[in-house]
């Protein structure tokens, strides 16, 4: 069955950085697009990050442009997500998802219900 774990969180302090891991199983992930999303307490869940099967399409929410990078290791069934400059609001459990589709739309990509799967989350703390 399809499985996303999700490692790397951390506290960490303003400014410094972290590397979130996605690994997946169940599916081949060459052919599959994937999303990272984050909920901070009382907030709802939000889209972070989208990488297309073939890496040529990524999408970020704008808070994090700049700062954050996705990739993706087929070999390793494994996504990543390098966050940099890391700020007290991004504060949150972050949470790989896939649909098992290989391209996402651009307006959809953020959306929670356009996902089936989803990891059980990695706990990310920005604090001094």
């Known amino acids: 069955q399809v499985q996303l774990v999700e490692s790397g969180g951390g506290l960490v302090q303003p400014g410094g950085s972290l590397i979130l891991s996605c690994a997946v199983s169940g599916f081949a992930l060459d052919y599959v697009g994937m999303s990272w999303f984050r909920q901070a307490p009382g907030k709802e869940r939000e889209g972070v990050s989208y990488i297309s099967y073939s890496s040529g399409t990524t999408y970020y929410t704008d808070s994090v442009k700049g700062r954050f990078t996705v990739s993706r290791d087929n070999a390793k069934n494994t996504v990543y997500l390098r966050m940099e400059n890391l700020k007290p609001e991004d504060t949150a459990v972050y949470y790989c998802?896939?649909?098992?589709?290989?391209?996402?739309?651009?307006?959809?990509?953020?959306?929670?219900?356009?996902?089936?799967?989803w990891g059980q989350g990695t706990q990310v703390t920005v604090s001094s």
């Open positions: 998802a896939t649909d098992l589709r290989g391209e996402m739309l651009q307006s959809r990509w953020d959306l929670t219900e356009e996902y089936s799967y």
